[in-house]
C-alpha cells in the first residue's frame, strides 16, 4: 500500500506536493513542512511520534498511485 502523500502541512497549511522534498511525517502519515516540523522538535503533535522526511513520488506515478487531495490544514 502507497502513503497517501496528504498535499499541506497540518500546522500551517502550506502547500507539500508528492513529488517535492520538504515534507515531515509520523508513523500515522500526520504530514508538516520543514519549519513546522523544525518548530515541534520533530515530534507529532497528535500522536506523539517521531517526524521523518517523506518520500518523494515521482510524477509518472501519480495516475497508478494518484496522491491525496484532501487538505488537513484546520486552521
Known sequence: ???????????CGVDLPAQAPGAFICSFECTYCADCAEALDDQC????GELTDR???ARQHHDSAPPSKVRHFKG
Do not use: H
Open 45 to 48: 503533535p497528535q500522536c506523539g
Open 1 to 11: 500500500m502507497a502513503l497517501e502523500m496528504r498535499p499541506d502541512c497540518q500546522r
Open 55 to 57: 518520500p518523494t513520488r
